[in-house]
């Protein structure tokens, strides 16, 4: 079986490519055990000075895997809810993992960035993104609610435009995204990894105690209420999936149709 997580040496730098194409790179349970793993190799690598996330295929990555999530809303309540809370928690503790790591972590988006995949880019330090990716959070069309990303947008482009993004639930073309600050730099296709590895050696220049110094100044003091916020965003989107909502915006979502509110 293909692994669902592919790591690459480029030093300084250190590449996880998240490698599910055919799934548009959708985070399995798997998957984030897996990429969790990944960013604890790349810790203990004193070489690898920062870590660039990335996409195979031409999907960066397109959120939580929806079939999984289809088959836990078909369980006994009792059983889906606990699978649920597991996984609002395993997705909480990933970008924790992500905003406590101590190197810089460059997302390099080389194509679509929905949902959960749009909250790895918020969890992020940089991002080089390609002209053709997008961005975008439509979990409300889907009968759920993106209370894990909702903080990190805020945090990062504040709240005004996180009430736009999150409210109307549209995607975003890279150009929009970099106009707010989603994204920081727009490359051409074929460029976007080369791009983010220049940033990772631009990283590499200063002192690894003074990044990790400056990386917890901003992720733990400047954004202090962010732990608080996560914690919130988890119990919310645990409870927006035992909802009727849920299951017909899943549902309908697999079939290819629109769905039916009630």
């Known amino acids: 079986m293909e692994p669902t997580i592919k790591l690459r ?16 790179n959708a985070l399995s349970r798997m998957l984030l055990i897996q990429l969790k793993q990944a960013l604890q190799d790349f810790h ?23 079939q999984e999530m289809l088959e836990t809303s078909r369980l006994p309540e009792a059983e889906s809810q606990a699978q649920w809370y597991e996984d609002a928690i395993a997705y909480k503790e990933l970008l924790e993992a992500m905003l406590m790591f101590p190197k810089p972590i ?20 940089i991002v080089v993104a390609s002209r053709d990716a997008s961005f975008g959070l439509p ?23 996180a009430a736009r993004l999150l409210l109307t639930a549209e995607m975003i073309t890279a150009q929009e995204a970099h106009r707010i600050n989603v994204f920081h730099e727009l ?9 983010a590895h220049e940033l990772a050696e631009a990283c590499a220049k200063s002192a690894p105690e003074s990044v990790q110094l400056t990386k917890r100044m901003l992720n733990e003091t400047i954004g202090n ?37 009630k």
């Open 187 to 195: 490359v051409a296709n074929d460029l976007v990894w080369a791009r």
């Open 225 to 261: 209420h962010l732990d608080v916020s996560l914690s919130a965003g988890a119990a919310t989107s645990a409870t927006a999936r035992t909802t009727e909502a849920a299951v017909e915006g899943l549902t309908a979502f697999m079939e290819k149709r629109p769905p039916v509110w």
């Open 106 to 125: 460059i997302a390099s988006v080389n194509g679509p960035a929905v949902a959960g995949g749009a909250g790895l880019v918020l969890a992020s330090d």
């Open 9 to 24: 040496k480029n030093l300084p730098s250190g590449t996880i490519i998240l490698n599910r194409p055919d799934k548009r």
């Open 139 to 161: 979990e409300s069309r889907r009968g759920l609610a993106a209370g894990l990303v909702a903080p990190l947008l805020e945090f990062r482009v504040g709240g005004s435009q």
């Open 44 to 66: 203990q690598e004193r070489r690898v000075r920062a870590v660039i996330l990335t996409g195979a295929g031409d999907a960066f990555c397109a959120g939580m895997d929806l």
